[in-house]
């Protein structure tokens, strides 16, 4: 059952990426080009997403998910370097191609060699992260 | 011929419906860089089904509707080069961040959490910078 609606999610999720632009590396490129030709497209996007999960999360207090387990902790509210950094290397990477991570994986089928390319790199890259995080988390315990 | 932000609009609640069925459903957070990043350092095992059902998903229902209507292309460069750089970079920094787009930005805001709205803050900012220096500036893409 998990995996059922694991693959639900997953397949609502992906046509909506598809539907959205969001993996269209044209309109992802021209929501970023604030001094260029701005397409104000993902801000849609991004609002018409943020909607129904606000409503979600308020669903969720004093309650337990459908199939079993608890929800998300609370949020950390610490605000760190591999935050910081992490979300600028991101924002780097996402600028130069188009593509985040959900479009990457959701444009595999059509996306042809540079979509294969761009999500070998990207596999690379978070396997390349590894023991950094590692390293990381050893120093948060330390200190 | 429906308005761009029609589009992007009825995507954007597509994409968070999902993301409420996965939270409500399945109690878990839907984002893609922790949902796969979770199966290549082996912190995901215990619920590797899960994940992989979700990629499966993720990666096949937008492929059967590219083949059902067609159209859908992801216009992206086929620089080789930067490609590889970009990938690295998201890939390095989404894990270093802990989150991307649908994790930081999509359920992190939701909840107005200061990570997700920090982390929005400096991937659009880098993202712009990007654009312009890449773009306008040394005009390589």
């Given at each position: 059952?998990?995996?059922?609606?694991a693959?639900?999610?997953?397949?609502?999720?992906g046509?909506?990426?598809?539907?959205?632009?969001?993996?269209?590396?044209?309109?992802v490129?021209?929501?970023?080009?604030?001094?260029?030709?701005?397409?104000p497209t993902?801000?849609?996007?991004?609002?018409?997403?943020?909607?129904?999960?606000?409503i979600?999360?308020?669903?969720?207090h004093?309650?337990?998910?459908?199939?079993g387990?608890?929800?998300?902790a609370?949020?950390?509210?610490?605000?760190?370097?591999?935050?910081?950094?992490?979300?600028?290397?991101?924002?780097?990477g996402?600028?130069?191609v188009?593509?985040?991570?959900g479009?990457?994986?959701a444009?595999?089928?059509?996306?042809?060699?540079?979509?294969?390319?761009?999500?070998?790199?990207?596999i690379a890259?978070?396997?390349?992260?590894?023991?950094?995080r590692?390293k990381?988390?050893?120093?948060?315990?330390?200190? | 011929?429906?308005?761009?932000?029609i589009?992007?609009?009825?995507?954007g609640l597509?994409?968070?419906?999902?993301?409420?069925?996965?939270?409500?459903?399945?109690?878990?957070?839907?984002?893609?860089?922790?949902?796969?990043?979770?199966?290549l350092?082996?912190?995901?095992?215990s619920?590797?089904?899960?994940?992989?059902?979700?990629?499966?998903?993720l990666?096949?229902?937008?492929?059967?509707?590219?083949?059902?209507?067609?159209?859908?292309?992801t216009?992206a460069t086929?620089?080789i080069?930067?490609l590889?750089?970009?990938?690295?970079?998201?890939?390095?920094?989404?894990?270093?961040a802990?989150?991307?787009?649908?994790?930081?930005?999509?359920?992190g805001?939701s909840?107005?959490?200061?990570?997700?709205?920090?982390?929005?803050?400096f991937?659009?900012?880098?993202?712009?910078?990007?654009?312009?220096?890449?773009k306008?500036?040394l005009?390589?893409?």
């Amino acid at each position: 059952m998990r995996a059922l609606f694991a693959a639900i999610a997953g397949g609502l999720f992906g046509a909506g990426l598809l539907v959205s632009g969001m993996t269209d590396t044209r309109k992802v490129q021209g929501w970023l080009d604030v001094f260029g030709d701005w397409d104000p497209t993902l801000a849609f996007v991004l609002g018409g997403a943020i909607l129904p999960m606000a409503i979600a999360w308020s669903f969720t207090h004093g309650r337990a998910p459908v199939l079993g387990g608890v929800f998300p902790a609370k949020p950390e509210r610490r605000v760190d370097w591999p935050l910081i950094g992490g979300s600028l290397l991101f924002g780097a990477g996402w600028g130069l191609v188009g593509l985040c991570p959900g479009p990457a994986m959701a444009s595999l089928g059509f996306g042809g060699l540079s979509g294969l390319v761009f999500l070998v790199a990207m596999i690379a890259g978070m396997l390349a992260a590894v023991p950094i995080r590692r390293k990381i988390a050893a120093a948060g315990a330390s200190g | 011929m429906q308005p761009e932000w029609i589009f992007g609009l009825v995507g954007g609640l597509m994409i968070g419906i999902a993301a409420s069925l996965f939270l409500l459903i399945n109690g878990r957070i839907m984002g893609a860089s922790g949902i796969l990043g979770g199966l290549l350092d082996g912190s995901g095992r215990s619920n590797m089904t899960e994940r992989l059902a979700f990629i499966g998903g993720l990666i096949g229902v937008p492929a059967v509707i590219s083949l059902a209507i067609g159209g859908a292309e992801t216009h992206a460069t086929t620089n080789i080069t930067i490609l590889i750089v970009a990938g690295l970079l998201v890939g390095i920094g989404t894990r270093l961040a802990n989150g991307c787009t649908s994790g930081h930005g999509v359920c992190g805001i939701s909840r107005l959490s200061l990570r997700g709205l920090i982390a929005t803050v400096f991937y659009l900012f880098a993202g712009g910078i990007t654009i312009v220096l890449f773009k306008h500036i040394l005009g390589v893409i």
